[in-house]
Nanobody, 125 residues
Framework: QVQLVESGGGLVQAGGSLRLSCAAS????????MGWFRQAPGKEREFVEA????????AYADSVKGRFTISRDNAKNTVYLQMNSLKPEDTAVYYC??????????????????WGQGTQVTVSS
């Protein structure tokens, strides 16, 4: 069982930056791939970025390429999402997620076993 708690969301102007954190409970953090997803009002949840359990491999959505960076610190049981050059269309609730197995692409939200409660990010124009 893993519990995930996101933090770091808030209100920022377009062009600004935020860093989201997701702290995981338990001692087995390293065995999980981690992902960030987001859901804007009236839209379906979508994949943002993911990182392998070792941190050696990452994947990202085209919409955040060159602006967002995922990283993890296994010693601190934490995964981060550094978001730069934020745009109003990045406004959403951001969720972190963890998966033990890798049955499909890292962008497949159905393959994730555990989810955080989400943190709101609002980008004003």
């Amino acid at each position: 069982q893993v519990q995930l708690v996101e933090s770091g969301g808030g209100l920022v102007q377009a062009g600004g930056s935020l860093r989201l954190s997701c702290a995981a409970s338990g001692r087995t953090f390293i065995i999980y791939d981690m992902g960030w997803f987001r859901q804007a009002p009236g839209k379906e949840r979508e994949f943002v970025e993911a990182i392998s359990r070792s941190g050696g491999s990452t994947a990202y959505a085209d919409s955040v390429k060159g602006r967002f960076t995922i990283s993890r610190d296994n010693a601190k049981n934490t995964v981060y999402l550094q978001m730069n050059s934020l745009k109003p269309e990045d406004t959403a609730v951001y969720y972190c997620a963890a998966r033990r197995l890798t049955p499909s692409s890292t962008s497949d939200e159905g393959s994730y076993d555990y989810w955080g409660q989400g943190t709101q990010v609002t980008v004003s124009s």
